[in-house]
């Protein structure tokens, strides 16, 4: 279910408890931390509409969340302190997401989807139209991005309730922590173990990531 005419906190509470049935291991999780907030680290960022979402997981790709901060305010620095608009950032000297520290694959990636929303090809109105299988088709068809970085935006500027990150490491290695694993899991082994979570993925997912930093 992916019901967002619900109130914020209906919804959790919802997910909360299929969470809390569909799986012990998520339960122990809840039960320990029951002011859990998935959305309070978002706190530590600017705001972020689709693309300055899209334009923070780029640049987290292969990064530490910590690093991809520090090369977000780099960022916000070289636009007097604020994340660019598409049109701001073509405007630009594109030496100045170089001079951000961001290597030039990921400048290019960022500049590429930029004259998507610039253009109108993307907007955010009608990605909020999509599924979320539709986002990624469509936005995996601009070189450098990738599902990780699709189901990012998802869960963080659409708010989308049933994600998983097959891929990302930090929660490949809380589902080995969390199950008690003898082993780094597959991105198949996190699928089938997240099947249960359905369809409130996205919040069981949070919950495993919020280990990652206690």
């Keep these: 279910?992916?019901?967002?005419?619900?109130?914020?906190?209906?919804?959790?509470?919802?997910?909360?408890?299929?969470?809390?049935?569909?799986?012990?291991?998520?339960?122990?999780?809840?039960?320990?931390h029951p002011e859990f907030d998935p959305r309070a680290w978002l706190?530590?960022?600017p705001p972020m509409?689709?693309?300055?979402?899209?334009?923070?997981?780029?640049?987290?790709?292969?990064?530490?969340?910590?690093?991809?901060r520090q090369l977000l305010t780099r960022l916000q620095d070289q636009f007097a302190g604020q994340l660019p608009t598409p049109a701001q950032l073509l405007d630009a000297d594109p030496n100045k997401l170089h001079a951000a520290g961001l290597s030039r694959r990921k400048s290019q990636t960022i500049r590429s989807v930029a004259a998507e929303f610039q253009s109108q090809r993307i907007t955010e109105k009608a990605l909020r139209a999509m599924s979320d299988a539709e986002i990624e088709t469509r936005l995996t068809t601009i070189?450098?991005?990738?599902?990780?970085?699709?189901?990012?935006?998802?869960?963080?500027?659409?708010?989308?309730?049933?994600?998983?990150l097959p891929g990302d490491l930090a929660l490949r290695k809380a589902i080995q922590r969390s199950y008690g694993l003898d082993h780094l899991p597959s991105q198949e082994e996190v699928l089938h173990i997240a099947e249960p979570w359905r369809p409130y993925r996205t919040l069981a997912s949070a919950y495993l990531f919020a280990t990652a930093f206690e």
């Design 143 to 164: 070189p450098g991005i990738g599902p990780w970085t699709v189901h990012g935006l998802l869960i963080i500027a659409l708010e989308r309730d049933d994600v998983v």
């Design 1 to 32: 279910m992916d019901d967002t005419t619900l109130p914020r906190q209906a919804r959790l509470r919802e997910a909360r408890a299929h969470l809390r049935h569909a799986d012990p291991a998520i339960r122990q999780l809840i039960d320990a």
């Design 49 to 68: 509409d689709a693309f300055g979402t899209l334009v923070f997981q780029i640049i987290g790709q292969q990064l530490s969340v910590r690093a991809t």
């Design 43 to 45: 706190a530590e960022l």
